[in-house]
């Protein structure tokens, strides 16, 4: 069956580039099997019908559209603009309330597969951080950042009961931009949204598998396939001995 998304969806100016970083930065994790770059259904704007698959994050607006993304954005701006004012006072100088929201949300909505929103993509946006947002760009900072948005996404429950899989990938694009970010502007990464994207698990039958298909398989992924088997996966150390045992079988 051909998943439909139950909103239409489009790419943005971010979304190609965003999907490059983090599936390469998810396979180094051995998140997302070595060919993901190359799967149409991690690819795809729509999420996956099968609840038993995790989503990427730009898939998001297939299912949730604007409005409780633009809900949630809002949420958290109201919590900045109403917070300390060494934290409110860095994003007022640049712009009310209505601003924040208008360019935060558009980003969301870029990346998450709603179409071309936010112009100027990651340029813009490193831009930005770089020349006006700078003096919170520290542990501080994003501390403060993070207790908010985290904050308003747990206010914003109510939006996202629907499917367990919509928080978590939240979770996930925010903590693949604080990665990012924590990198580059050097202050210490600590991941406080919660529960980010388990690995993505194909139905594997390794026998029928020539060895350059299970190489191309993450060590998760072969890892719970031999499980399925019967094989105690602790016994191997490391992806080499995974791939060894699987051709074994
Ligand atoms: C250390 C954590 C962070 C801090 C302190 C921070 C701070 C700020 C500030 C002060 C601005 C206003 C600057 C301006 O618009 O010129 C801004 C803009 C923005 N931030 Fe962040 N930010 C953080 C993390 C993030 C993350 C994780 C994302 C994405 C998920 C993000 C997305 C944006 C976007 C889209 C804008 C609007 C830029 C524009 O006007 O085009 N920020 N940020």
Redesign the pocket.
Known sequence: MIDLPKYPTQHGYMTEKVQRDYITAAIAQGLLPEDAHRMPEILSLTAPGDRAQPMQFWQLYSLLGQEPLVRIVQDFYQRVFADEDWFTS??AR??DVTH?IN??A???IDVMGGGPY?H?AEF??SF??T???MQ???DR??E???QLMLAALDASAPLLAEDPRLRISLNT??TH??GK?AAE?A?EHRSVFGETNPPFLRKINLRRMSEAAIEALSEAEISAALRARGVDVSRYQGKADLVNKALML
């Open positions: 860095v994003f640049v712009g924040h360019t935060q558009s980003m969301w936010y100027g813009r946006l930005h951080h020349h006006n947002a919170l760009m520290t900072g994003a403060r950042w993070s694009f925010l931009f604080m970010y502007f202050f």
